[in-house]
């Protein structure tokens, strides 16, 4: 599986993003998928996860929750990332990853990764 993410930009603190991450392979909806995030200087840490196949499970780190939603859409072989009132704090890196199994916020768990967008939200 190859992952192209996207979406990254530089955004004033409130605002709004949304990234997508494109995979490549027919069997995408096997896939569990994860968001990652590294800003600098410090470990990248788990964002976001969604369960496998149509499975609506989802999972997020408590900075998180109630910002951003992560959603998938497997006939076009997508995840996304709705981010939405964004503060400094969530200036990083993101990653998107995928796993073959179970959702997991631990990213030693993910076989594949994505090169990264760049998010950076000014105050």
């Known amino acids: 599986v190859q992952l192209q993410a996207s979406g990254g930009g530089l955004v004033q603190a409130g605002g709004s993003l949304r990234l997508s991450c494109a995979a490549s392979?027919?069997?995408?909806?096997?896939?569990?998928m994860g968001w990652f995030r590294q800003a600098p200087g410090k470990e990248r840490e788990f964002v976001s996860a969604?369960?496998?196949?149509?499975?609506?499970?989802?999972y997020y780190a408590d900075s998180v929750k109630g910002r951003f939603t992560i959603s998938r859409d497997n006939a076009k072989n997508a995840v996304y990332l709705q981010m939405n009132s964004l503060n400094v704090e969530d200036t990083a890196v993101y990653y998107c990853?995928?796993?073959?199994?179970?959702?997991?916020?631990?990213?030693?768990?993910?076989?594949?990764w994505g090169q990264g967008t760049q998010v950076t939200v000014s105050s």
């Open positions: 969604i369960g496998r196949w149509s499975d609506s499970i989802t």
């Open positions: 990853a995928a796993r073959r199994g179970a959702y997991s916020s631990d990213g030693h768990d993910y076989e594949y």
């Open positions: 392979g027919r069997t995408f909806s096997n896939y569990a």
